[in-house]
């Protein structure tokens, strides 16, 4: 049960996702280490994470010898590494079915999980898309953000107040008077503003 929940899995070798894992694998060597006293030092032999990424590579932006540098670094932290592959089943909010790249019918491998985090592409979700097409009061950020407007308490504008919320990079905080984006709340989809 314990490896179960403590397996971190990560969809997505680009920038955000080796980004993210960079800061989960510091997180849980902070707080399992025994050399630093962590609190929860005797979860360590349960704890594992799971790069799945699409590519032949991880950071395909990258050159050549950032990529094998950062491929080498990830490795050598324990991160388990499933290239060529993709997933293309979130069974339940625990379950990952993976199968190779070239989109063949066959299953490679399924991961029970206990966190999957999504890093890959950068797209807004259909759902985000289909809540922006059916809001009965449209935003004039809709159209540049492709992003739900809220109010500062993170309630959907143009929707029956405190029935509906949104959070994270789906949404975008407006100002009160609903017209105007605050900058200051439009966050950078970077991994360390997500693990904040």
Known sequence: MQNKQLHFVVVGGGATG?????????FLRDVTS?????AYASLFLFTK????HGGDESLP???????????ESLKDRGIIIKLNTRVAQVESPTLVKIFKKDLSPELLDEINCGI????AGTAPVPLTE?????????SPIQGSYHCIP???WLRVIGYQPRMLFALGDAAV???????????NYILPQTAQVTAQ
């Not at 289909?130 to 449209?138: A, I």
């Open 61 to 71: 932006q990258f050159d050549k010898p950032l990529r094998t540098q950062a491929m």
């Open 34 to 38: 025994k050399e630093r006293k962590g």
């Open 173 to 183: 905080i407006v100002s009160q008077d609903d017209s105007q984006v605050e900058q």
């Open 49 to 52: 994470i799971t790069l799945i």
């Open 18 to 26: 080796v980004e993210y894992f960079g800061e989960l694998t510091d």
């Open 116 to 119: 999957i985090a999504w890093a």
């Open 130 to 138: 289909l809540l922006l097409e059916k809001l009965p009061m449209k």
């Open 150 to 152: 809220v109010n500062p």
